[in-house]
Each structure stands twice: as structure tokens, then as C-alpha cells.
């Protein structure tokens, strides 16, 4: 078995690359009686993304509950729907969590017309973001995947959708806003989003919004009640992001180390920094390193680095190959179960805790990685916080001991080695505002930390 796996690589990475052209040439002979003038850039952008483009059906049940009473059990069956993106050709889609939250099942249809019922992988409710899987045979193509950072106001965007339960639906328009802040309900808000005035009806969520090149620069969300023309979208970098978390080894329990960043006017991943003591640590990867091939599959994200990952194994050798300096360099390393320290590896120094203390007023201490629950968190660890000091800024900000830090300004906090590179930033130790996340329960709350210098 272990033979054949990077002949099947390679056919994936050659599957991968070649997607995008198949499905214009496709394209090209589908609308091959068509004028040029006819074969607009919308009509190319829809033609190469509908085949990575999903229907998603199914039926959940909403409680009865009333004003005269709350309480009352029960509920009615309703129609759910939605779409979805594959982002691996192995059957994996992003989709929106609330399109596929409490369905009993999962009915996926491809644009082929092959239907499948999905399971869930993994969720997160904050950014309402889910991956699903189809048990596919057949390699799926996957939509181009673009980017966010640099959209315009005024620029050209298509939606893809199953709206109102009309699959393949497709409606043009242009970029309206940027960093939109919406409020759904009293549980619900979203936070930087694109507003667009291209049609998005129920059963869009979890569509893609293309530009007008065919790329994905967004997975459409939410649309404005009694409102015409404005609908929302998350931007493909932030949901991006978070398909790699949701896909990420670490949430089985096997650890790589490498913390990616973005890697702007050329192709890779940057690795932002590397956690000590880790596989990446001892295999010789150094922050500052570009990704470009892991197991022989072009990486560009981190997405594309955690799919690379879909079937591996802790002890199993994984191949890097990276640019350092102008020189490509072939790097093998070990994957290790996650949090277990190799060979060289420095250990963290206890006075970050103190630190933490001095700032912010929390004691803080380590959690095993067996023993975090994780629940729907996409956060793979956290710091539990023993003691908060009264009067300090966690105590300001409503921390309670027992809650778990999870992340600090915009990075994770799943061991004390992430927190001491942490308060190392700038930010932190010019005692600027920091943004803090904690799980309490079972969910994930946030506030900012006015860092202080008190014992």
C-alpha cells in the first residue's frame, strides 16, 4: 500500500494543475457554435467554475418553542438547502455551517448530476464555515481559487448558487463594500465582509462569488431581509484560512509544526514561523522558508499544505521541498503525534507565565494536547486560566478562571511556547490593546486586553 501512495500523489498533483484548463476547454467545446462576441468573460468565469460547484439538500428540524411557551418540546421538519465548493479532488467541500447544521442527512448533487450523501468533518460557528465529504470515486475538479486582499469597490463578481432550490443559478453584479460588519440574529454576526449587489437568495449560502477572471474571491453567506440588491459574502483569504484549520492534521493528532502566513507576487507558502521542538523544527525548516511541493503537490496555501497532509500518519516521512534564499532545497520530515517534543528541541522558560500575569492577570497553565476539548472550536489547543487578578484587564473583560486562552492578537495560544512568541510581537510589548479569544464551555468568546504593568 505504502508503494503505490506517491504514484497516487503524483496522479493528484497532475489532476490539480491540469483542473482549471479542463474545464475551460470543456467550455470551449460546449459553447464551440457560439460568436466570440457571445463568449463573454462571464460566460468563461461560470463555464470553468460550475463543475466545482455543489448542491447541497437535506431536512432539519426547528423547535416549537413560543412566547406563551419557551419551554415547549417538539419542533417541524423543514426543507434545508445550500451549496458547496469542492476544495480536494478526494470529495472535499467547503460549504457554510448553517446550511448543513442538525441535517440528519446530507444530500449532495454534483453539477454531473452523481448525487451522494455527505458527512461532516469538521465546523466552526464563529466564522460559519464547515467542510463536508462525499464518498466519491471519481476525482472532482476543483474551482481556481483566487484572492480577497486586493478586490476593488466596483469590480465585476458572479454568484453561484442553488437559490430557491434552482440549482446551477447563476447572477452578476459588482464588489458594493468592503469589511462590512452584519448582524444576523442575537447569536450570529460576521465581521468583514464583501457586500455585493449580485443576487444572493436562499439557498446561495455557501456558493462561491466569483471575479470576472473564474477565481473564487469569496463563499457567500448571508443576504440583507427586505433588502434588494445586498448580499454578503466571507473573502476566500479568511475562509481559506479556516478550511485549512477545519482540514488541519493537528485536529487528529499529528503535528507538523510549520505556522504559514501569506506569500504575496509569487508562488508558495511562506512559513511564518516554526513551533519549537516540532517535526519541521528537527527536519531543519526555518521561518522565512517558501513552501513550494509537499509530497509533490504544489502548495500556494496553507489549504494546499493540510490536503497534501489528507492520509498521513504520524511517523510517516513527508516531502518539503522549499526556497530558501533563491535555492530550492528537498527537506524529508518525520510527522509526530502532536505536542510530543523531538530530539534538539528547546524548552519554553515559565516566566512567559509570569508575564502573562504582569500584563494581563491571568495565571495561566499548560493543557496536554489528549486532554483540550476541542468540541466545535476550530482552536487545536489552549492555556487554562487558573486565577484572574482582580482589577486587572482580563478581569475588565470578563475572564473567568477556568476559561481557556486560545488565542492572542492573531495568533493561537495552544502551548507556552506560542504564547512566549506572542509577547514577543510588537504590539504586545509596546502595551498596545490586544485582542484576545477564549473557550468558555462550549463557546468561543473574544475581547481586547488594555495590556498593563502590574504585579
Do not use: C
Request: glycine share 10%; no cysteine; charged share 20%.
Amino acid at each position: 500500500m505504502k508503494q503505490s501512495q506517491p504514484h497516487w500523489r503524483l496522479r493528484l498533483r497532475l489532476f490539480t494543475t491540469a483542473t482549471a484548463g479542463f474545464a475551460m476547454l470543456l467550455a470551449f467545446f460546449q459553447f464551440a457554435d457560439a460568436s466570440e462576441l457571445r463568449r463573454s468573460a462571464i460566460v468563461q468565469a461560470v463555464a470553468g467554475a460550475r463543475s466545482s460547484v455543489v448542491s447541497i439538500h437535506g431536512h432539519k428540524t426547528i423547535p416549537n418553542a413560543s412566547a406563551s411557551n419557551p419551554a415547549s418540546t417538539g419542533g417541524r421538519r423543514v426543507n434545508g438547502m445550500g451549496t458547496g465548493v469542492v476544495v480536494d479532488p478526494r470529495g472535499y467541500i467547503v460549504t457554510n455551517h448553517h446550511v448543513v447544521e442538525n441535517v440528519g442527512q446530507i444530500n449532495v448533487n454534483l453539477d454531473n448530476g452523481r448525487s451522494y450523501v455527505a458527512r461532516m468533518i469538521a465546523h466552526d460557528p464563529y466564522t460559519d464555515l464547515a467542510i463536508i465529504k462525499i464518498p466519491t470515486r471519481h476525482e472532482l475538479p476543483l474551482i481556481k481559487i483566487g484572492k480577497s486582499h486586493d478586490l476593488m469597490t466596483g469590480e465585476e463578481v458572479v454568484a453561484v448558487g442553488n437559490a430557491y432550490g434552482y440549482e446551477q443559478t447563476v447572477t452578476r453584479g459588482i464588489v458594493s463594500a468592503l469589511h462590512r460588519t452584519v448582524k444576523v440574529n442575537d447569536e450570529q454576526k460576521y465581521y468583514d465582509l464583501i457586500q455585493t449587489d449580485a443576487s444572493i437568495n436562499p439557498g446561495n449560502s455557501g456558493g462561491p462569488l466569483l471575479n470576472i477572471d473564474g477565481e473564487m474571491i469569496g463563499i457567500n453567506v448571508a443576504v440583507r431581509v427586505g433588502a434588494q440588491g445586498i448580499g454578503f459574502a466571507i473573502p476566500v483569504d479568511k475562509a481559506m484560512e479556516v478550511a485549512a484549520q477545519l482540514l488541519s492534521k493537528e485536529r487528529a493528532g499529528v503535528w507538523h509544526g510549520v505556522i504559514t502566513g501569506s506569500q504575496s507576487g509569487s508562488q508558495g507558502l511562506l512559513a511564518e514561523r516554526i513551533q519549537d521542538g516540532s517535526p519541521a523544527a528537527v527536519a531543519g525548516i526555518q521561518a522565512g522558508d517558501v513552501i513550494s511541493l509537499v509530497n509533490d503537490i504544489p502548495v500556494d496555501r496553507a489549504l494546499d499544505l493540510e490536503r497534501a497532509l489528507i492520509g498521513t500518519n504520524a511517523g510517516e516521512q513527508i516531502s518539503f521541498l522549499v526556497n530558501r534564499n533563491g535555492e530550492e532545497l528537498p527537506i524529508r520530515l518525520e510527522l509526530a503525534r502532536r505536542g510530543r517534543k523531538q530530539r534538539g528541541s528547546n524548552q519554553v522558560d515559565s516566566a512567559v507565565f509570569d508575564l502573562a500575569w504582569s500584563r494581563f492577570g491571568m495565571q495561566l497553565i499548560e493543557i496536554p494536547p489528549q486532554k483540550f476539548e476541542r468540541g466545535s472550536s476550530q482552536f487545536k489547543g489552549g492555556l487554562k486560566i487558573v486565577t484572574v487578578r482582580a482589577g486587572s484587564p482580563a478581569a475588565r473583560q470578563g475572564v473567568r478562571s477556568g476559561d481557556i486562552l486560545v488565542g492572542l492578537h492573531k495568533w493561537e495560544t495552544a502551548s507556552a511556547s506560542d504564547l512566549s512568541y506572542v509577547m514577543k510581537q510588537p504590539k504586545v510589548l509596546q502595551n498596545q490593546s490586544v485582542k484576545f479569544f477564549i473557550m468558555r464551555n462550549e463557546e468561543t468568546l473574544f475581547g481586547h486586553l488594555p495590556a498593563t504593568q502590574r504585579r
